[in-house]
């Protein structure tokens, strides 16, 4: 097996793992969601704050479980460690700290400048 599909494999397993992992916190935080009813919506209830809070970490959550999604059908596809936006190689030590990056740094920096700017909006995948 030729050495990089060795480490897509690697990631494969390192994804799969992470997804699964994800979609378990996932239904944990839905089930502690549908649980929490009667919210008194006075100012500084602590259940209001926590129900806040819970779905707040669950929007990261599904973030993350797509992104994740993303870089193991970019493994699928042969594409995986390529950056989407430039096409250039993502760096090793990057998809070692962010294994579901579909940027390479110097793009994903680029980015977040055009986001935060409101001149950004992501490619919808058909």
């Known amino acids: 097996m030729h050495p990089l599909q060795e480490a897509a494999q690697k990631e494969r397993k390192r994804l799969e793992a992470e997804r699964n992992q994800v979609v378990q916190d996932i239904r944990i935080l839905q089930e502690a969601l549908k649980n929490e009813v009667d919210v008194d ?13 819970n779905a707040a970490l669950l929007a990261a959550l599904e973030r993350k479980l797509e992104s994740v999604e993303v870089a193991l059908r970019a493994i699928e596809k042969g594409l995986y460690g390529i950056c989407e936006r430039c096409g250039q190689p993502i760096a ?13 740094l110097p793009c994903q920096i680029e980015v977040e400048k055009l986001i935060k700017r409101g001149l950004y909006r992501p490619a919808v995948e058909q």
Request: contains cysteine; glycine residues 4%.
């Open 41 to 53: 919506l006075d100012e500084g209830d602590p259940d209001l704050i926590e129900r806040e809070k």
């Open 92 to 104: 090793r030590e990057r998809l070692e700290v962010k294994p579901d990056a579909t940027l390479c």
